[in-house]
Nanobody, 125 residues
Framework: QVQLVESGGGLVQAGGSLRLSCAAS????????MGWFRRAPGKEREFVAA???????YYADSVKGRFTISRDNVKNTVYLQMNSLKPEDTAVYYC???????????????????WGQGTQVTVSS
């Protein structure tokens, strides 16, 4: 299993930006697919963004154009740059990893085999 540690959450005003980081402790990080999910109060966890081992990216419609997922295979870290934040973006954000073979749809939680503890993002209006 991959150990994942998220950081970068916090409190920000609507319209502001935050960058989340997720550090992974695995030698084969460059071969992993990585994803970000979030759980808002009273709601189920939902897909936010993913990046595969070739660098292709995928986004939920609700964040497309505002959030950017990227990875640094030297630092074993995946990032989520969040711009134009809205109060409805308030949630606990989770990093997830899928080791090879990459089987399944990266939009689905069940595709991933490792999860971080989460970091709180709060957007005030």
């Amino acid at each position: 299993q991959v150990q994942l540690v998220e950081s970068g959450g916090g409190l920000v005003q609507a319209g502001g930006s935050l960058r989340l980081s997720c550090a992974a402790s695995v030698r084969t990080f460059s071969s992993c697919a990585m994803g970000w999910f979030r759980r808002a109060p009273g709601k189920e966890r939902e897909f936010v963004a993913a990046i595969n081992n070739g660098g292709s990216t995928y986004y939920a419609d609700s964040v497309k154009g505002r959030f950017t997922i990227s990875r640094d295979n030297v630092k074993n870290t995946v990032y989520l740059q969040m711009n134009s934040l809205k109060p409805e973006d308030t949630a606990v954000y989770y990093c997830a990893a899928r080791r090879p073979p990459i089987i399944g749809n990266l939009y689905y939680e069940r595709t991933y085999d490792s999860w971080g503890q989460g970091t709180q993002v709060t957007v005030s209006s």
